[in-house]
């Protein structure tokens, strides 16, 4: 243990000013840890830090930046005000550069920005601007950003120059609520080589597209589009679809052969109007697939219509085709029975060739008690051999003679698995724990 005496002069041999003694990469680790706003406020500390976080390559504004304890939201002037102090202050390169901003007095101070950045070499870039009815237009220089290789744009107008050959360094590409045409889409996505993460929210109607990507790995969509065309996408492991274009000219596709080609596939999710969009493709009624997926472990289906014949049947075609899932999520937007026939594809002794060898837990959202939901209920039970938990949100009030019947129902079903539990969630815990305890009850 030191003695008070070598503590004294330890003391006395330290510097005043340990921080400012750390290698300069040490102190710009230190203030990216921080806010920005807490970061520059490390410049009152002494003359020596006064324009240390001027070189920070790493910038995020965003609404921790413009809004103050007393006054709440900056006005637009005083956020343009900040934003060209930076332009002026800053040296040296920066890589990542995020701006979420609600208002602004105009879009000058953003070109300005955007050039700044093409100067600097952006790498990490996320624009988030205020909406309009008349979104900011993307200046020049912001074609230059070449080095780009996470991209991140939203409620803007995407129009390149004449000239512009991509972003070829690109990693990933997320799009939300910007304008831009089917064909650049097309055309900056077949010239992004390195392209694994995507992202497409687009509100503007599209015709279609068609995307080409070798290292796509992620897909993730929610639009109002007539068709997509993924080819080229032999890597693609996580694909979501949400289509909201719900009028007749929305076209329909063979879900057999959209999904045929990606055999790296592990994560489906299909919600919004996607489901349709596949479903009776061709005025044919899908039964089975002419291939199985052994790599698909989660499955989501959104906004299901459950009772149509159509709808049932490519439901249960992709779960025929789907023997190794683990995970299984279904929200139902409203339950309708279209004849018997509906009734008949959820059957278990059509399923006599399928067993589901590693599906653990089953998810059904939104449900009130009927016939379609009680057999598809009953076929997954039974085909389950290590099914853990059956979750159920209802809708359906605590005091509801339709719970009893629903529970009694499940009691009567056959379980593959013997570790298989039922639990109806509501709001009210307290629900979730009586109905389980019920089953519990009325299985003993």
Same mark, same amino acid.
């Given at each position: 243990?030191?003695?008070?005496e070598g503590?004294?002069?330890?003391?006395?041999?330290?510097?005043?000013?340990?921080?400012?003694?750390l290698?300069?990469n040490?102190?710009d680790?230190?203030l990216?840890?921080l806010?920005?706003?807490?970061?520059?406020?490390?410049?009152?500390?002494?003359d020596?830090?006064?324009?240390?976080?001027?070189?920070?390559?790493e910038?995020?504004?965003?609404?921790?930046?413009?809004?103050?304890?007393?006054?709440?939201?900056?006005?637009?002037?005083?956020?343009s005000?900040?934003?060209y102090?930076?332009?002026?202050?800053h040296?040296?390169?920066i890589?990542k550069?995020i701006l979420?901003?609600?208002?602004?007095?105009?879009?000058?101070?953003?070109?300005?920005?955007?050039?700044?950045l093409?100067k600097?070499?952006?790498?990490?870039l996320?624009?988030?601007?205020p909406?309009? @009815?008349?979104?900011?237009?993307l200046?020049?220089?912001?074609f230059?950003?070449l080095?780009?290789?996470y991209?991140?744009?939203?409620?803007?107008?995407?129009?390149?120059?004449?000239?512009?050959?991509?972003?070829?360094r690109?990693?990933?590409?997320?799009? @939300?609520?910007?304008?831009?045409?089917?064909?650049f889409?097309?055309?900056l996505?077949?010239?992004?080589?390195?392209?694994?993460?995507?992202?497409?929210?687009i509100?503007e109607?599209?015709?279609?597209i068609?995307?080409?990507?070798?290292?796509l790995?992620?897909?993730?969509?929610k639009?109002?589009?007539k068709?997509i065309?993924?080819?080229?996408?032999?890597?693609?492991?996580?694909?979501?679809?949400?289509?909201t @274009?719900?009028?007749?000219?929305?076209?329909?596709?063979?879900?057999?052969?959209f999904?045929?080609?990606?055999?790296a596939?592990e994560?489906?999710?299909?919600g919004?109007?996607?489901i349709e969009?596949?479903?009776?493709?061709?005025?044919?009624?899908?039964?089975?697939?002419?291939?199985?997926?052994?790599?698909v472990k989660r499955?989501?289906?959104s906004?299901?219509?459950?009772?149509?014949l159509?709808?049932?049947?490519?439901v249960?075609g992709?779960?025929?085709?789907?023997?190794?899932?683990?995970?299984?999520?279904?929200?139902?937007l409203?339950?309708?029975?279209?004849?018997?026939?509906?009734?008949?594809s959820l059957?278990?002794?059509?399923?006599?060739d399928?067993?589901?060898?590693q599906?653990?837990?089953?998810?059904?959202?939104?449900i009130?008690?009927?016939k379609?939901?009680?057999?598809?209920?009953?076929?997954l039970? %039974?085909?389950?051999?290590?099914?853990?938990?059956?979750?159920i949100?209802s809708?359906?009030?605590?005091?509801?003679?339709a719970?009893n019947?629903? %529970?009694t129902?499940?009691?009567?079903f056959q379980?593959?698995?013997?570790?298989?539990?039922?639990?109806?969630i509501?709001?009210?815990?307290h629900?979730?724990?009586?109905?389980?305890a019920?089953?519990?009850?009325?299985r003993?």
């Amino acid at each position: 243990m030191m003695s008070s005496e070598g503590k004294r002069h330890c003391c006395l041999t330290l510097p005043s000013d340990v921080l400012s003694n750390l290698p300069e990469n040490v102190i710009d680790g230190i203030l990216m840890c921080l806010p920005f706003k807490d970061a520059v406020r490390t410049s009152i500390l002494s003359d020596i830090w006064r324009y240390k976080w001027c070189r920070l390559p790493e910038l995020t504004l965003d609404k921790a930046v413009w809004t103050t304890k007393t006054n709440g939201m900056l006005c637009p002037s005083k956020i343009s005000i900040i934003i060209y102090h930076i332009l002026m202050l800053h040296v040296g390169p920066i890589t990542k550069f995020i701006l979420h901003i609600t208002s602004l007095r105009s879009y000058l101070e953003i070109d300005d920005l955007i050039y700044f950045l093409s100067k600097n070499g952006i790498q990490h870039l996320v624009l988030t601007l205020p909406f309009s @009815r008349s979104p900011y237009k993307l200046p020049v220089s912001f074609f230059k950003c070449l080095q780009l290789r996470y991209l991140t744009l939203r409620n803007c107008l995407i129009l390149p120059p004449p000239n512009f050959k991509g972003f070829d360094r690109l990693i990933s590409l997320e799009l @939300r609520n910007v304008t831009i045409s089917s064909k650049f889409l097309e055309s900056l996505i077949s010239k992004c080589l390195l392209l694994e993460q995507l992202v497409l929210r687009i509100s503007e109607h599209l015709n279609s597209i068609e995307i080409k990507a070798p290292k796509l790995r992620s897909f993730d969509f929610k639009g109002n589009i007539k068709f997509i065309i993924l080819k080229d996408v032999p890597r693609l492991a996580k694909l979501s679809l949400a289509n909201t @274009r719900n009028d007749e000219k929305a076209g329909k596709c063979d879900i057999a052969k959209f999904l045929e080609s990606f055999t790296a596939l592990e994560h489906l999710y299909l919600g919004n109007g996607s489901i349709e969009f596949f479903a009776g493709a061709g005025g044919t009624v899908l039964k089975r697939f002419p291939f199985i997926f052994n790599c698909v472990k989660r499955l989501y289906l959104s906004d299901c219509c459950l009772g149509e014949l159509e709808f049932n049947s490519c439901v249960v075609g992709l779960i025929r085709s789907f023997p190794c899932l683990q995970y299984l999520e279904i929200e139902v937007l409203y339950l309708y029975v279209d004849g018997t026939s509906a009734l008949q594809s959820l059957e278990v002794e059509h399923f006599s060739d399928v067993t589901f060898n590693q599906l653990k837990e089953v998810n059904l959202k939104y449900i009130k008690g009927s016939k379609p939901l009680l057999q598809l209920m009953k076929l997954l039970l %039974a085909k389950s051999p290590v099914l853990v938990r059956m979750l159920i949100d209802s809708y359906l009030d605590e005091e509801s003679a339709a719970i009893n019947i629903c %529970a009694t129902e499940l009691s009567k079903f056959q379980r593959a698995s013997p570790k298989a539990e039922v639990v109806f969630i509501k709001q009210n815990s307290h629900l979730a724990k009586s109905i389980s305890a019920y089953i519990a009850k009325i299985r003993s």
